[in-house]
């Protein structure tokens, strides 16, 4: 009698995939929450340390504009500049922004998770407001190059 799990040629989920998709998860979440909770959310970072605790990364954001306006731009720079600098610390990184999405007629949530192997992981989550807050569309794959183990 075989006692090997069937995988119906699904290669099985890799250590790596494991981390990317709960650190992905985790910044998405959030993300979605900051949404529910306050209409919005300025980019931040979720980490996977090396001893396996995760982590949300934030920076403050700088001065607005005479409009008002804080530069989310210059905000996602300096989050991808701080974990570059304690990338040695991590095993996965996530980052997330939120979005214009003009083919979707909607802004949306972009997370991308990057694993210190080179793997990468990234999606968008479209989302518009709605009369009891916001609905969310589903997670939609999206494409990422690696950015903070690079060199």
């Known amino acids: 009698m075989n006692h090997e799990p069937a995988t119906d040629g699904v290669p099985a989920e890799t250590d790596q995939d494991r981390e990317l998709r709960e650190t992905l998860g985790t910044?998405?979440?959030t993300a979605q929450e900051h949404i529910q909770q306050n209409g919005g959310f300025f980019p931040f970072g979720v980490t996977l340390s090396n001893d396996g605790e995760l982590r949300i990364v934030m920076i403050a954001p700088g001065e607005p504009d005479e409009d008002g306006n804080v530069d989310a731009g210059q905000m996602l720079t300096d989050v991808h500049a701080l974990l570059r600098q304690g990338r040695d610390e991590f095993r996965a990184i996530a980052v997330v922004s939120d979005v214009s999405l003009p083919d979707h007629g909607s802004d949306g949530i972009h997370g991308a998770a990057e694993h210190r192997n080179g793997d990468v992981l990234a999606a968008i989550i479209p989302y518009s407001p709605t009369a009891e807050g916001f609905a969310f569309s589903a997670m939609e794959p999206?494409?990422?190059?690696?950015?903070?183990?690079?060199?």
């Open 27 to 29: 910044a998405l979440g």
């Open 142 to 151: 999206d494409t990422h190059e690696p950015s903070i183990w690079v060199d």
